[in-house]
C-alpha cells in the first residue's frame, strides 16, 4: 500500500460524495470537498451554512479542520466540487490550506459537475502568501 497513489478521479468521487450532505439551505449552493493526507488517509468536508451568514463554514475547511482535529497536518491534495462550472475554493479556505502545506507542491483539483476538473498548485491560487 506503500507506493498506492489515490487518483484525482477517486479523490473527485469523495468530493462528491461529501456534497451530498451539505447544508446549504441559504444559498442553495452544495459544495463537497476531499483532503488527501501525505499517508494517504481521505477526510470529506461540506459546507455547513447558518443563519447568521457570518457562521457558515465552506467544505475545503471543514475537511481540514475534520483531517486536523484527528491528528493529520500534512496533505497532499484537496478535490472540490459544487454545482456548474469549475469551482474554486475562497481566499479564506486558500489561507487555511497554505497553513498546512507547502504551496508550491500542494494541488488542488476544482471539478465541474460532470467530474472534468483543473488542476493548480495552490501557489497559483494564492500567490505571494502570508506566513508568519
Ligand atoms: N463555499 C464553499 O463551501 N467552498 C467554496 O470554495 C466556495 C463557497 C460555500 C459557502 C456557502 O455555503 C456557499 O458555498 C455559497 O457561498
Known amino acids: 500500500m506503500e507506493n498506492y497513489e489515490i487518483s484525482d478521479e477517486e479523490l473527485i468521487k469523495h468530493a462528491m460524495n461529501a ?20 499517508d494517504n488517509q481521505i477526510f470529506e468536508g461540506c459546507n455547513i451554512e447558518n443563519a447568521t451568514f457570518g457562521a457558515t463554514i465552506c467544505a475545503e475547511r471543514t475537511a481540514v479542520s475534520k483531517a486536523v482535529s484527528e491528528g493529520y497536518r500534512s496533505f497532499k491534495k ?20 497554505a497553513e498546512f502545506c507547502d504551496v508550491d507542491k500542494f494541488e488542488v483539483i476544482c471539478a465541474n459537475e460532470k467530474g472534468e476538473y483543473r488542476k493548480h498548485k495552490l501557489l497559483e491560487l494564492i500567490p505571494y502568501t502570508f506566513k508568519l
Not at 456534497?19 to 501525505?38: D, H, M
Not at 484537496?78 to 490550506?97: H, S
Request: charged share 20%; proline share 5%.
Open 19 to 38: 456534497r451530498e450532505k451539505a447544508y446549504s439551505p441559504y444559498s442553495k449552493f452544495s459544495v463537497g470537498a476531499a483532503i488527501l493526507t501525505e
Open 78 to 97: 484537496i478535490a472540490v466540487i459544487a454545482k456548474g462550472d469549475y469551482c474554486y475554493p475562497c481566499g479564506i479556505c486558500r489561507q487555511v490550506l
